[in-house]
């Protein structure tokens, strides 16, 4: 299976920062790579997919980057709205993996 | 607008089982992969199942192998998880989730339904 590590696990910034998640692959996985935002109780949302294309209706203060093993969700102008945990997911091969979240938190 | 409705989740003892459906509309339901994953509490997410469109070639993670059983009803737009064999470790929130439109079978989600908690406990 391929191992999805992601850093940080949480994360503290103020309203106006600029804040990076990294996610990497324990194998190349192209750029078969998805970002999703999971607020608390509720469902995970589809952010980002093909590593860097944005989801219909998702802010462009997010962006996704990366390839092969190194990935890269930031977050421009951080808002209030964006406190949740964010997960990444390969799916390059079966089976279908997540990363282990990172949770961002509002000073 | 998609929807997608769980149903069925609840409290069963170990060694039972239960039976969870994903009701589907707002999009051409046989046209679409349709997947299973869980979040145990507190944890994060977990593939557990997918089905084709036609429902006659089906996926599973190693955890559920040979205790779960996917399915699907074209003809009323929903998804089916029959869990048997339920052990406390698949306690969790199970969400159903269509794949997104991408012609080249790209395996990302673009809808998740609101979840079904499923308790294994005595």
């Known amino acids: 299976d391929i191992q999805m590590t992601q850093s940080p696990s949480t994360l503290s910034a103020f309203i106006g920062d600029r804040v990076t998640i990294t996610c990497r692959a324990s194998?190349?996985?192209?750029?078969?790579l998805a970002w999703y935002q999971q607020r608390p109780g509720k469902a995970p949302k589809l952010l980002i997919y093909?590593?860097?294309s944005l989801q219909t209706g998702v802010s462009s203060r997010l962006s996704g980057s990366g390839s092969g093993t190194e990935f890269t969700l930031i977050i421009n102008s951080l808002q209030p709205d964006d406190s949740a945990t964010y997960y990444c997911?390969?799916?390059?091969?079966?089976?279908?993996?997540f990363g282990g979240g990172t949770k961002v938190e509002i000073k | 607008e998609v929807q997608l409705l769980e149903s069925g989740g609840g409290l069963v003892q170990p060694g039972g089982s239960l039976r969870l459906s994903c009701a589907a509309s707002g999009f051409i339901f046989r046209n679409y992969v349709m997947t299973w994953v869980r979040q145990a509490p507190g944890k994060g997410l977990e593939w557990v199942s997918s089905i084709r469109q036609s429902g006659g070639d089906t996926y599973y993670a190693e955890s559920v192998k040979g205790r779960f059983t996917i399915s699907r009803d074209n003809s009323r737009a929903t998804l089916s998880l029959q869990m048997d064999s339920l052990r406390a470790d698949d306690t969790a929130m199970y969400y159903c989730?269509?794949?997104?439109?991408?012609?080249?079978?790209?395996?990302?989600?673009?809808?998740w339904g609101q979840g079904a908690l499923v308790t294994v406990s005595s």
């Open positions: 093909k590593a860097s």
């Open positions: 194998h190349d996985i192209d750029s078969w």
């Open positions: 989730a269509k794949k997104g439109p991408a012609a080249d079978g790209s395996q990302y989600y673009d809808y």
């Open positions: 997911q390969q799916y390059h091969s079966s089976p279908i993996t």
